[in-house]
């Protein structure tokens, strides 16, 4: 596979055996700062993610998630019930860098892979270990799935108005934050690696990464009387901050607009109705509804570029919501480049996004697409003499 020996994780390899998002984002992080990566998938299908789709939309047979999520990285197709396949994965185990997994609690172990297992094969091995709800107490055996943990956190009640209930992410960011959260311990495992000569066992779980999004606020809450948080009813966008905070309609489309004083708004907006609020700071949290009220109206009376035109240049933190095609087709966003187009052998072409990190002032450039089941697996055996 292409190495870029720029990158800081050039030569080191990560044997991955988790599925879905949170295991495999983590991994992918770990390619694009030069790691090579290499996919453990079923000889029967492979990845479950390979049919878990968002639309209606394949390209060479599996889903648009697993493709991006899978760029670049290398599969061996091995049978965990065959013995010999179980064989050659120890083997592989031994001469890598990094495991990860995000099996039900348990099941790893059943099949021999646990860290004490694997330990005694390779105790320079750095373990990624990922559950949905830790590895003890009465959620162990429950789905470890992303809008489940989502429910369980608490995190559904800091989105949306107050009258909509709870309000998920639209995005699976239990899985993304958890596979981030891993990502880090591993290379921190790495690091200690090289000052030890021994590796460690690394976990996390989709409940921890969202309390662990949540430590602001929550701390917030664990320290004023553990009230529960009162989100606005009008226009809301964090539950602990006061007016104008929020996201706003124009004549046109939609603005979000930051912390700024009530009085400062009022004069560039000709707003006199606010002025019964303009001195008193606390009205604009306990008010907030009735502020943000009157804001709106306002607002919507004109278009973003006439609003920005006169809250730009006094400074008021403000900005125009995009939708996809707005941002791409921005200036701000193109100069990122942070969109690739990638390849196989078998012509399939997928447009996706880049690492979101620059080293040394380069981002990595590995243009490969998502593997096949058991694509690799001829050139791995060979190349770890399995």
């Known amino acids: 596979m292409p190495t870029d020996r720029r990158l800081p994780l050039n030569g080191i390899t990560v044997v991955d055996m988790s599925q879905f998002l949170s295991g495999p984002y983590c991994s992918l992080r770990l390619l694009d700062l030069g790691a090579r990566v290499i996919k453990v998938e079923r000889p029967d299908g492979g990845d479950l993610s390979r049919r878990l789709y968002l639309s209606d939309t394949e390209i060479g047979g599996d889903s648009t998630i697993f493709h991006a999520i899978n760029r670049g990285k290398e599969s061996i197709a091995i049978d965990l019930k065959d013995p010999a396949d179980l064989a050659t994965l120890r083997a592989l185990l031994a001469q ?16 021999g892979l646990g860290y004490d297992e694997v330990r005694k094969i390779n105790p320079r091995l750095v373990y990624g270990s990922i559950t949905g709800y830790g590895t003890e107490g009465p959620w162990v055996k429950r789905p470890g799935q992303d809008l489940l943990a989502q429910a369980r956190s608490g995190v559904m009640w800091l989105n949306g108005d107050e009258s909509q209930g709870p309000v998920p992410f639209g995005l699976a960011v239990a899985d993304m934050l958890a596979g ?14 090289g000052v030890t000569g021994q590796g460690t066992h690394v976990e996390t779980s989709l409940l921890e990464a969202l309390v662990d999004l949540q430590f602001e606020v929550l701390t917030t809450h664990l320290n004023d009387g553990r009230r529960i948080p009162r989100r606005s009813d009008v226009r809301s966008a964090h539950a602990y901050l006061s007016a104008p905070y929020g996201v706003y309609p124009t004549a046109d489309s939609f603005i979000a607009i930051a912390m700024t004083p009530i009085g400062r708004l009022a004069d560039l907006l000709d707003l006199p109705a606010l002025n019964p609020y303009r001195d008193d700071s606390a009205s604009w949290f306990k008010k907030r509804d009735e502020i943000k009220t009157i804001i709106a109206a306002r607002l919507a009376t004109d278009t973003v570029a006439h609003w920005r035109a006169i809250l ?75």
Do not use: Y
Request: net charge negative.
């Open 96 to 111: 890598a860098d990094v495991m990860i997994q995000n099996f039900r609690p348990g099941v790893i172990e059943r099949l």
């Open 180 to 193: 981030a959260a891993l990502c880090q311990g591993l290379l921190a495992g790495l690091v200690g690696r």
């Open 312 to 386: 730009e240049p006094a400074d008021i933190w403000c900005a125009e919501v995009l939708d996809w095609p707005q941002l791409l087709d921005s200036d701000g966003f193109k100069v990122l480049n942070m969109l690739q187009t990638v390849t196989r052998d078998d012509d399939v072409t997928i447009e996706t996004t880049k690492s979101p990190l620059r080293i040394g002032g380069h981002r990595s450039d590995n243009r490969a697409a998502a593997p096949r089941i058991g694509e690799h697996s001829t050139t791995i055996r060979k190349d770890f003499n399995l």
